[in-house]
């Protein structure tokens, strides 16, 4: 192991492709942008909603619209934009998240020219703001079952836009409670007496004096648990007329006289096919809890490195939080599992710039599985985060309670993503459907599961498709020599297999329990998938970790620099040797490793913190966070506090050698 | 497994001895004491200091004092008063166990007659309220290092009360920024050029008006996670005059020409022995933990008992979330560690009562052995509390991060646990420490753990002590037949001898690493302890799972309502069930059963989520919260949405079936 590491370099490597949307990010959000700590919520939206107004046009949040209404035409570039607003406010980015990724994102993926030329311009520019209103209080995940309607009347070519019940209203709606000015509205559309599914509606929903218009009743989500800053709030719609052309008609129209007509025939695919096209929202939300974490471990790692706490006889000085066994145990892992969801991410934003960025018509199957791979890796991502950052605020202890110090608010803001964009547990369940499946029909939904003939026709033959540099994975698998107890447990090869048995083997088991079920539960629908939900879950998460892992390689072999490699080589045998240490169970369960090897992995697992401690700050070093945008009072205060005690112990004071 | 239980017996059961006490709280304390969502901090500590003053006589938080002074001279009520303040509203919690537990049982327990005779009745009526200022900036976990000095001037006759420097100011004191009119303050007591260690002095910090008195610097901790209503501040002396008989001198006293006299020969010892007294403040959080732990889990049941998402063929209407495998799956198990960690604290304070209740001379191993029960009982509560709260907000999706549905506070409030009255790791370490010497001297001490004679000298010959219910305990595991692979899972022996044998090779293997160690690493004390860190804190928790199974196998023997009683042993079997498959790694590891018994046990764990799936609402009734103190909008409004909902069914809407 080098002892020293270019940071340049590995910077470089972890900007990736879009570094310098990450560099202009870096350059021009000063203190300005930063959390107020301690605010109320109606102090928080107001700021909030100012410097939404004041985001230098150079950034990226809306670089995914075309550039003739504004934007960049480069969706990736939004993405990484989300990431790096993440670090300085998440209020800030899930309020641009909202306005230019699913309002405007709406109104791009399911308008046509006639939307786009009336409103891009205006939403792009922050002249109009707007809100994504999808979920019902009484539907959330399953937004299929949406009870707000929109029927058709030929005779006043209007739509009517009611909400029939207090459980279809449109519930934590952002931009609702203050700022929207309209609504991509979500409901079933029905039109000479036929129901089509739910399609969606650009709606004004105040005046330009920001009062509710005629039949719009508009509610306030009241006070959360953090995103203090966007104004979620509540829509009723009482008989509320919308013009004919307000329609988002792209994949369903509806003619003068009430004609119903879709390129696509199937309502559900029809529905499933529109909502894959907003697949963006899920990959800025996992990126942007993976750009929170970083934030917590920086913060956590650098007050480790100079917090210190009981001394030792053979130590002058008390003890590095860092130097203890069991700190190194909560932050290295977590850090190791950063860097690989990083990969990950970096190249689920690349394969969605190539899918979405380009002219051609979209290859279904590849569809599927970039819409597979956002859920997954948003349910990884967010999970991930919702751990890490409270392991951090613990890590730093009672300074991680106090909001001087950042953490609370990365957690309470953090925190709703595990069940916003998709909840993960569903997601993960979309996950398993994709992979039992092949990604045939209707990927997106799930009400599939309960049909029996489902799992008997659909359930596909078993295939795991490799996605990363497919060629150094096959390489380095076929490398491990037959006998696998003879293997070290650091040969990235023998990794990689052992992800992939894991996966191949839940998956396999899976499909034979879901058959048999069928077969033996023919009058019991609902059992048939219930009974294995636990073990389907499983496979999704095996899934996402095999991806993950076999990304990680893939990204270290984009830097040539040797002291670069050498390092997040280690870093990725702690992040695979960790998932194997978690699941040891599984492994000797399935005979896949000898009780030995198993406990040798715990030692190869300490060994490799003792290994990386020197390097734990170079590591969260190379996430580039600009120091201001840490903002956090236990790191600006401890420099000046070491400099007085030196003082003190060069005037003869004995208590000032131990802080 | 009975179909009906009776609430009132179930309730009898888990109300136990102190019953008499929750009844009072649950009849007393009205809508005017729950949390206000969305306040600011200023208005909730106006709020919560204002009902400080409101909680009606006949409640407990002041139980512990003696009679004389006006309180019940019974601490186990004061504890349960600590619970159920807690399902009210946890700032009011804490600030009464600052007011009462911590600065007026510093009193207390520190002080003598002439102390208690001057200010405890004021402290019980909440006349003055007061301060306990331990921790330091730089000294949180290890107080015996901290740096406030408090030295003696023989001709003023008066003690000089110092802050040194920045890292030695009193930190996160609660009352301290509002409304503390003295403090007990923790300082090093040096008198005739000599240091003493840690003592408390009983420190006027504000006069009559609420201005700071001379040389006292007061400020404020600012914006925390949660705990709104909780005045957190810091306190720095400079050269503060305090009478010589302000120095709480139970254990060390100060003659006017400064002699120093203790019945405590070691600083060291003397120390703990102190902090000994206090265990108390531990045992409160972890039983709020697990109160709150219990008010949200009540929460999500409930509400996965109404709220239905996704349909199936087979059915009517959609899905119950509590029907889900996966929904059971995140619910059941938490429960049912909640059920244990309810028992095994019910029987650590009828302990503490028993121990500190009695007016005769307090058994040195019997008071070790209670701290290191609360120290972990306190990690395993406050974690406990944060998974499952954390658990609970994502299963109620959306809605559980909005703060009308309380979860967001339960969340943010309970946080700080894990850190706070000892950090859990820091705790999980003296109970391993407790194990490894058999509590012997300077118990609570850490640094000896650097010490390489300390190794070699103290660690114990291996003996495990059973604690509740030993003959109910012994005549289980002895009932066991031998072969071990012919026992049912279900066989309660059969699990508390494995729960045991755990512990036992644990133990054993840690004894044996730190023996090699100190042989072997004899100049580098530090690395001995650190090398094995991890393995310390694995025999710790294993050691807490095991007390807790006990006492839930010795729970369940205090009713002879045999339908309670077949309810709770499928709950203690999901319980001891769920810790042997999170562990199962280890077992496998240590061949201590097959592959295929392993799999056998996530089969009957999924089985007994199925049976108890019915009794859910049962288990959450069973905690006997009252709804108004739910303060959850998610429950209120469902019933009137149903209604609603039924009214449109009748009149003919064709969606109104499905909500």
Redesign the interface.
Known sequence: MPDQIDLARLRELLDGPWAKVRNAHRDHLDERFLPV??E??DQARERITRLLGELPAELGMASAFPTEYGGKSDVGASIIASEMLAQVDLSLMVKAGVQWGLFGGAVAALGTRRHHDAHLRDIVSGKIFGCFAM?ET?????VQ?L?TTCTYDPRTRTFDLHT????ARK??IGNAARDGRMAVVFAQLITNGQWHGVHAWLVPIRDAQGNPLPGVRIGD??????LLGVDNGRLTFDHVQVPRDMLLDRYGQVAQDGTYSSQIENDSRRFFTMLGTLVRGRVSVGGAASAATKSALTIAVRYGDIRR???????ER??LLN????HQ?KLLPALATTYALHFAQTELVAALSEVQGGDGPVDDHRQRELESRAAGLKAAQTWHA?RTI?MC??AC??A?????NR??SL??DT??F???EG???VLLQLVAKGLLTGYRDEFGS??G???ASFVAEQVREMVLERTAARSVIERLISAVPGRDEEVAVTDRGWQLKTFEDRERHLLDGAVRRLRNGAATKK????DIF??V??HV?TVAAAHIDRVTLEAFVAGIEDTADPAVRALLCRVCDLYALSVI?A???WF????RFT?AR??AITGVV?GLLKELRPHLRTLVDGFAIPDTWLHAAILREEP??QE??AA?AAAG?P??A??
Do not use: C, I
Request: without cysteine; glycine residues 14%; negative net charge.
């Open positions: 700590y301690g109320t919520g979920t009484g539907h959330g995940s399953d079952q009870r029939p019940h207090e459980a519930d934590y989500a009241g006070p959360k648990a953090g706490q009981f001394g030792t006889p053979d130590a008390e003890v130097d203890y066994l069991a145990r919702t409270q605020r613990e202890g009672g991680g309670y106090l909001a001087e953490l609370p957690k309470a925190d709703v595990t069940t916003f909840d993960n547990t799930l009400d599961w309960g049909r009058d019991q629908p609902f219930n009974d939900q636990d879950l240490e699941n040891k169970g000797l369960e399935h005979g009780p198993s406990k300490n000046r506090r007085a005690m003190q004071d208590q000032a131990l802080p």
